[in-house]
């Protein structure tokens, strides 16, 4: 019954490699994000998504590109994996994405070591 | 552009005593306020959030948060901790982009509670 899930929740992979982050709500919210918290625990958004529109792409390497298949689904995808990568992301939800309404629920975060 | 800061990094507290997270925001007009907790391993649970009206909000697990704006401050306070409060806070502030559309959170560092038996 878990509101926002996300897989895998641990990935580890090599220098270079592409790989993806899966987000799933089943709250039926119209906006979803994807944060990420580095090594000191600092949370910074990196992307939302509104019926299907990027509508904050924050100055994240383009290497990241988020991809929503569908308005209950926001997956990552990560190109050329780097060590600075390493850091657990977070997928979130919101309702309509107007401030007032802004609640954000989390996932449980995808924790991400690249060797 | 927004900014939100927790001045303390670690906060020890014995079981029982009163706790105050402190949080102060920086945006230019009225923001939308939150704490978030974090258990080891965990993602990011709501504890309360403070959109307007009155200044003093309760949340969950006992906590609650005083809105100041003339100290622009959004203190988190409880009055007695539990060791299973023990996590890291975050304060958060929510707000529009000037494209408008839907809206990031800015956190704060984070604050790490320990409890003290």
């Known amino acids: 019954d878990t509101a926002v899930s996300q897989t895998p929740k641990y990935l580890v992979t090599q220098m270079g490699n592409d790989k993806s982050i899966k987000c799933e709500q089943n709250?039926?919210?119209?906006?979803m994000y994807w944060y990420k918290q580095d090594s000191k625990k600092f949370l910074k958004i990196m992307f939302s998504?509104?019926?299907?529109?990027?509508?904050i792409n924050e100055t994240v390497p383009n290497r990241f590109s988020p991809k929503s298949p569908d308005k209950a689904h926001l997956n990552l995808h990560i190109n050329s994996l780097e060590l600075g990568d390493s850091a657990v992301y977070f997928c979130?939800?919101?309702?309509?994405?107007?401030?007032?309404?802004?609640?954000?629920?989390f996932g449980p975060g995808t924790r991400l070591l690249v060797l | 552009a927004q900014s939100v800061t927790q001045p303390d990094i670690h906060i020890t507290v014995s079981e029982g005593a009163s706790l105050e997270l402190r949080c102060n925001y920086s945006y230019g007009a009225t923001p939308y306020l939150f704490w978030y907790v974090q258990s080891p391993g965990q993602g990011l649970q709501l504890l309360l959030k403070y959109f307007s009206g009155d200044t003093l909000v309760q949340g969950i697990k006992g906590f609650e948060a005083e809105f100041k704006r003339s100290q622009s401050s959004f203190n988190l306070r409880k009055p007695s901790v539990h060791w299973s409060d023990a996590a890291e806070y975050f304060c958060a502030v929510g707000a529009l982009y000037s494209g408008g559309g839907a809206d990031g959170l800015t956190f704060g560092k984070g604050t790490h509670l320990i409890i003290q038996p």
């Open positions: 979130a939800s919101s309702h309509t994405g107007q401030p007032q309404q802004e609640t954000q629920y």
């Open positions: 709250l039926g919210h119209d906006t």
């Open positions: 998504y509104n019926n299907k529109e990027l509508i």
